[in-house]
């Protein structure tokens, strides 16, 4: 007997439309469905709101010292105090200091009978925000008071707030070296694929005897010819153009390949035919197709520049105080007894592993994305 | 089941498993498959053919899953037949027929064996499997096996590794292998596609034998209805998850009763009529999407005999024309209602 | 019908690996040895041959999207006759502006990335010819030429299925107005439904637009329906060439015949009976002495192991390369088949 016909089942997806979909919405709806990658974007948001606001979300800068605590451990938040009341404000237990009669060292004692609120949007050490806006609003401090929540180094600087501020350096100097190596990687690549033969030949074996150099000497070599005399801000470019120059051969790599293979399929036969000038086709119809793949590449290459910046740093070849990064927050911690002593100055080490993991994950997630038409 | 039948397919639903949703990709299909016979699925790309072939050995993706159905599958008529459907997708039991009883060909006869093994080796593997004969004895059988499908020196050949073979030898020898233990059926799934035309005619020819010499049933999938032709016995049109006519070749090809059936061959040139060039019969529209399936009978939107307000309302039932030539139409469903005579 | 392309003894070889660091290449592939033909303004010539007989490298090499290692060819522009073998970078794409290419592929064919509108238009922007609203009206007007409706244009490739990629290919062809297609291909990865559509528009466009077409492909029932004369070619070269229905019912060349012989008929009461040629297709970077086809060829003698035959006229309009063309009298399609 013949049926009636069942409802069509409708898809939620239905009212989304593919066939309208640039390749960006394709990837992103794709993307969307890694949940580590997803997880990995937000890790970077906070880092990257931590670097750009770092002035206000610290309650020190960086410079202060604390003599009242030096070298001492994090101070822990509290709601409740050791009367077992809840207090809504958050706070932290009073500090003073003592000296050990017998090591005459200073020493700091908790004072659980004093209680020292902390409070948000305080007025603090002024400072200037981005160089730019003169300001002493800090997101949260103490008054008559300090709050570590990092603790401090043995000069009592707060090493929250340094590592914030050197979140900062950090995350642009792989920018700025990923920039470079990208442009670098793109142009050298995008010759070497589109005119193969000898030219391809050439560049080729540059990429290789550049790759077969051990990098970490040649950072080094690099780096150790810096003039020392020479200011924060010029180590700190050199640096960057020092990384990207190694950097841009993975990259060219991945563009050569690319192009290489997109240069024998049809479509790109098919505007030869319609009259296209090589650059027309470089420009218009070959980058749309490889942009994808450089973007992998890139949250491939940032956290390589960001542990070469932290590499070199540590080892006092980078930048150096009082310039703030990740490793020159390290090399600070380079010794036995800092690390026995001082265990909480490695905390910027965990937002190194944090960072790169975070690279990782979106990695991950837009190579997945990365071609959104493979069926 | 009747005698006589080796394979009985009845009402299989398969179902894609699209981000949670569920989409039909096969709706309640049934046929037979008589011993010694040749049973052509055709269809054109979408209609679900393919799927179902490897819904018989269980081999479906996992995204894909049989959803309602039964497929009966009886190689020894003294023995109960076994459902199919039934048995763990990966079990003991499927693979204790896979190979064995039940085996497959593919298309794409260049990735079809692992490069780095040697043929004899490939091809002895699944005698040792199922039939457990020592090396020697698999190696002597193999050796018969690719004589009889006509590869030159097959002492040799044994040896060899596929990238020596030829596109039309591979295929040989991938019918060698699945011929190994003497399956009682052989599913071909567009064996001859991808070959040239001189090769996909040897290639033909030695299925033609094995049908007629040894008595091998087989379903043959295609889109090509001039193979469909020369090869099959019995014919089973798909379009979009379900057989829309079924019946012997003959019938079939000589008076075809659905709109689609109709239009597929006249779609197709002929050599017969070269010298008056009639223009070519197409389908107006495409296959539409497995998300847009229309409502009603899936083929009402390129119908050019579309009855309104029932073709596009209801899914027609089965109707018979003849004895064996069933078809599913709203066109012949008068057939049905008369009282048998 | 005037003459509007000439291939004179066309070769491509390829260069297989090297010996030394300068050395010369070990080889070559001998995809196109040796091919000559003439294509008459408005006409469909059909290529067809098996893999390996350098069909498709025969056909990129006369539009040198791939460069010919050797030979001639001359195309008839508005009255003058221009060495395509000559041609600059300049040149090319302006000859280019007559001479275009429908692909096989569907799917690679078309830039993902890229809109339909922007895949139309791309001729025309590329060699300034057009833009704004002359552009638009341009692109509306062979879209829908081609069975495409103007809510299509602002899609993406992927949203369509590959019939009508394959339009968006053949608009993207015309919109210069060429007068010369090579079709490589163009109808066979698409279904028989859908392969009748596009042949049926190929037809209607060729009336329409006086369009001359290279008709390559695989399938000899769809060649037949398409062209008018077929060329078979086999290892590197044509073996036979003739009016459609004069080869494909009494072809003179043992190849041709092989072939026609292997069709399968959709007609279950018509037995197909092939001709079964023996032995393996020799590679084209080795080809054998002689003629090459004489390994496999029942009528084959001693001259044809020693002397390769040329191509000559055995009948008006009807070439082949066999010596024994006259004395063999070959079954053409339909005639191997035996009546059940």
């Not at chain 3, 329906?225 to 590197?236: H, I, K, Q, R």
Request: proline fraction near 6%; charge should be neutral.
């Amino acid at each position: 007997m013949a049926t009636p016909a069942p409802a069509l089942a409708k898809s939620k997806k239905r009212n989304r439309r593919p066939e309208m979909a640039t390749q960006w919405q394709l990837m992103w709806w794709k993307f969307k469905k890694h949940h580590m990658a997803l997880v990995g974007i937000i890790m970077l948001s906070l880092l990257v709101f931590s670097a750009v606001f770092a002035e206000i979300l610290s309650p020190e800068v960086p410079s202060g010292r604390n003599n009242k605590y030096l070298a001492s451990a994090p101070m822990g938040i509290h709601f409740i105090d050791a009367d077992w009341n809840f207090h809504l404000r958050p706070f932290v237990y009073a500090r003073t200091t003592k000296r050990n009669p017998v090591t005459l060292r200073k020493l700091s004692i908790v004072d659980e009978s004093t209680r020292w609120p902390v409070e948000f949007f305080v007025s603090g050490s002024p400072y200037k925000f981005w160089g730019l806006v003169e300001t002493d609003i800090h997101l949260f401090g103490v008054k008559d008071g300090f709050v570590h929540l990092f603790g401090t180094d043995s000069l009592g600087r707060d090493v929250f707030t340094r590592t914030l501020y050197a979140t900062r350096v950090s995350l642009s100097v792989g920018l700025v070296g990923v920039t470079f190596a990208f442009i670098l990687g793109a142009i050298i690549g995008g010759i070497a694929g589109y005119f193969g033969g000898m030219v391809d030949n050439l560049i080729m074996r540059l990429i290789e005897f550049i790759r077969s150099i051990p990098t970490l000497p040649l950072w080094l070599a690099l780096s150790a010819a810096l003039p020392r005399e020479w200011s924060s801000l010029q180590v700190y470019l050199a640096i960057t153009v020092i990384l990207a120059l190694v950097g841009w051969t993975h990259l060219a790599r991945t563009v050569r390949s690319k192009l290489l293979a997109l240069r024998e399929e049809d479509f790109t036969v098919a505007a030869r035919l319609s009259g296209c000038t090589d650059m027309r086709i470089i420009l218009r119809h070959l980058l749309p197709a490889f942009m994808s793949y450089m973007i992998v590449d890139v949250t491939i290459a940032f956290p390589e520049i960001l542990l070469a910046e932290t590499s070199l740093s540590f080892l006092g070849l980078g930048l150096r105080e009082p310039a703030e990064s990740w490793g020159v927050l390290l090399f600070a911690a380079q010794n036995v007894r800092s690390i026995s002593h001082m265990p909480w100055l490695l905390i910027p080490g965990l937002f190194i592993v944090v960072a790169v993991l975070a690279f990782n994950f979106v990695g991950d997630g837009m190579r997945d994305a990365a071609d959104p038409y493979s069926k | 089941m009747k005698s006589g039948v080796l394979l009985e397919v009845r009402d299989l639903h398969i179902t894609l498993d699209f981000d949670g949703d569920d989409i039909p990709v096969v709706q309640g299909i049934d046929f037979e498959l008589p011993a010694g016979k040749v049973l052509a699925l055709v269809g054109e790309s979408g209609c679900g053919k393919s799927i179902t072939a490897q819904a018989l050995l269980r081999l479906l993706s996992r995204e894909l899953r049989i959803s309602c159905g039964a497929i009966n599958f009886r190689p020894d008529e003294d023995q109960a037949p076994v459902d199919i459907v039934s048995l763990g997708k990966d079990g003991k039991e499927i693979r204790a027929i896979r190979g064995n009883q039940m085996s497959m060909i593919f298309q794409e006869p260049m990735s079809s064996f692992s490069p780095i093994h040697r043929i004899g080796d490939q091809i002895g593997e699944v005698i040792e499997l199922h039939l457990k004969l020592s090396k020697a004895e698999t190696r002597t059988r193999v050796i018969e096996l690719l004589g009889k499908v006509g590869i030159p020196d097959p002492e040799r050949a044994v040896d060899q590794y596929p990238h020596s073979f030829s596109g039309g030898m591979r295929q040989r020898a991938m019918i060698a292998k699945s011929l190994a233990c003497d399956p009682a059926v052989l599913i071909a799934d567009e064996p001859t596609t991808a070959l040239d035309v001189t090769i996909q005619a040897q290639i033909l020819e030695i299925m033609r034998n094995l049908k007629d010499e040894f008595g091998m049933s087989m379903i043959f999938i295609t889109h090509d209805l001039g193979v469909v032709a020369q090869i099959a016995d019995e014919v089973a049109i798909m379009y979009m998850g379900k057989i829309v006519e079924k019946g012997p070749v003959m019938e079939i090809f000589k008076s075809p009763q659905h709109p689609y059936t109709i239009a597929l061959l006249s779609a197709i040139p002929r050599l017969g009529k070269l010298s008056n060039r009639r223009k070519l019969t197409s389908i107006q529209g495409s296959v539409p999407s497995l998300f847009e399936r229309p409502a009603g009978c899936a083929f009402h939107p390129r119908c050019d005999s579309f009855i309104a307000t029932r073709c596009d309302t209801h899914i027609p039932a089965k109707s018979l024309t003849s004895a064996q030539h069933e078809v599913h139409c709203f066109l012949h469903e008068a057939v049905e209602a008369e009282p048998a005579a | 019908m005037s003459r509007l392309l000439r291939v004179s003894d066309v070769k491509v070889h390829f260069p297989i690996g090297k010996q030394g660091f300068f050395g010369r290449p070990a080889g070559y592939v001998k995809a196109v040895d040796g091919v000559s033909f003439d294509i008459e303004r408005g006409e469909t010539l059909g290529l067809v041959g098996e893999s390996g007989s350098g069909k498709t490298t025969l056909g990129r090499a006369i539009l040198r999207v791939l460069e010919p290692t050797a030979g001639e060819i001359t195309y008839e522009q508005d009255g003058n006759s221009v060495d395509i073998m000559a041609l600059d970078r300049r040149g090319l794409r302006n000859i280019w502006r007559n001479m275009q290419m429908i692909f096989q592929d569907p799917y690679a064919s078309l830039n993902p990335r890229m809109t339909v509108r922007d895949i139309i238009s791309e001729p025309l922007l590329a060699n300034r010819l057009a833009k704004g609203a002359d552009l638009d009206a341009q692109v509306i007007d062979m879209a829908k030429l081609c069975g495409l409706n103007t809510d299509h244009l602002s899609r993406f490739p992927h949203a369509f299925s590959g019939g009508q990629r394959q339009r968006i290919a053949i608009a993207r062809a015309l919109i210069l107005h060429p007068e010369f297609i090579v079709c490589d291909e163009a109808v066979s990865a698409l279904d028989v439904s859908i392969q009748a559509q596009i042949l049926n528009l190929l037809k209607d466009l060729q009336i329409e637009l006086k369009l001359t077409y290279l008709f390559i492909a695989h399938d000899l029932a769809v060649v037949a329906y398409a062209c008018d004369s077929v060329a078979v070619m086999y290892l590197g070269q044509i073996v036979e060439i003739a009016p459609t229905v004069k080869l494909y019912y009494s072809p003179q060349h043992p190849y041709t015949e092989a072939l026609m012989s292997a069709i399968p008929e959709a007609d279950p009461a018509q037995v197909m009976q092939p001709v079964f040629l023996t032995g393996e297709r020799p590679s084209p970077s080795k080809p054998p002495s002689g003629c090459r086809f004489h390994n496999r060829c029942q009528y084959a003698t001693d001259i044809c192991r020693s002397e390769m035959p040329p191509l000559r006229v055995i009948l008006e309009g009807h070439q082949a390369a066999c010596h024994h063309s006259e004395k063999l009298s070959l079954k053409g399609a339909l005639e191997h088949g035996a009546r059940d």
